[in-house]
């Protein structure tokens, strides 16, 4: 029911769609500029090993004689090249590992941390009152809050992140390039993605309804573990169905589509975030227009 009704109300409440878009543009070039001085060393030196050239010679495999295997045995040679260039250029390493810090990491996680509480006051004003508040309105009043929120939550999003992609590296020492490897590594990002989001499902929610971004937290670990279950699974198949759409659109649009799809997505978390946190709180919302009085039994 959460998943439904959250759905229903991004439909009926698409413009939010829109500015979440604008904002993820404006952020996206404020990264590309902080990542030029890094990326343009970087990309000339893996051009001139011939990853590059390599990624197109995989993939022409894949649509020729070689198939999959030769796909796979194409990226695992571009991943030796890639590998060679930072184990031997030294200015290259060094540079890539400022750039993943920097700005892959911290400035990342800052920037698109930024929207949530903005985003969660909007959807509580439509869930609370049906009342229509502006994004760019909020994101200027609570942006003192929001600095704040994403600051505490960048810790737990890296550990996360580094959780999930430590046990990926793993499997790919351990197994090589082999063609099951996209599938363990989906499911190993859906099991962290998914318990991550339930653990912090209502944190922006509760910041938005006047706690403290501390409190806020505490709050939101309290309402995932007393009904773990529920929201995890809900997660588990939200995640997937982005994943599947994510994927569907790449191939299909030749990458076009993201644009629209990851706001899309994006919204759509923010949604479900809220929606779960009024029905597990017990608080009747608007769904579209109508009032729902959530079953807590």
């Not at 993943?100 to 911290?106: A, F, K, P, R, T």
């Not at 995932?224 to 929201?231: D, E, T, Y």
Request: hydrophobic fraction near 55%; proline fraction near 3%.
């Amino acid at each position: 029911m959460s998943f439904k009704n959250a759905f229903k109300n991004m439909i009926a409440h698409f413009g939010t769609v829109w500015a979440v878009l604008l904002y993820m543009a404006v952020s996206f070039a404020l990264l590309a500029g902080l990542s030029l001085p890094f990326i343009l060393p970087i990309q000339r030196a893996l051009a001139d090993a011939g990853v590059f050239s390599g990624i197109s010679k995989a993939f022409g495999e894949l649509f020729g004689d070689g198939g999959w295997n030769g796909l796979w045995n194409g990226l695992y040679d571009v991943y030796q090249s890639a590998l060679g260039v930072f184990q031997n250029n030294d200015r290259v390493a060094s540079l890539t590992r400022i750039f993943v810090i920097l700005v892959l990491i911290v400035a990342f996680r800052f920037f698109f941390g930024l929207y949530e509480i903005p985003l969660a006051t909007v959807l509580d004003g439509r869930l609370s009152c049906n009342a229509a508040y502006g994004f760019a309105g909020k994101f200027i009043s609570t942006l003192g809050v929001s600095v704040r929120f994403s600051l505490a939550k960048m810790p737990i999003m890296i550990a996360f992140d580094a959780a999930s992609f430590g046990i990926i590296y793993g499997v790919i020492r351990a197994m090589g390039m082999n063609v099951a490897l996209p599938f363990i590594g989906i499911t190993v990002l859906l099991v962290f993605r998914a318990f991550r989001s339930s653990l912090t499902a209502c944190w922006a929610p509760c910041v938005a309804g006047g706690a403290g971004v501390i409190k806020g937290f505490a709050r939101s670990c309290e309402i995932c573990f007393k009904r773990f279950g529920a929201i995890y699974s809900t997660y588990i198949i939200t995640w997937l169905l982005i994943i599947a759409c994510v994927m569907f659109v790449t191939i299909f649009t030749l990458g076009v589509g993201l644009i629209v799809a990851v706001p899309f997505a994006t919204v759509l978390l923010g949604h479900l975030g809220i929606t779960l946190y009024y029905n597990k709180t017990g608080m009747r919302y608007y769904v579209d227009g109508s009032v729902y009085t959530p079953n807590t039994n």
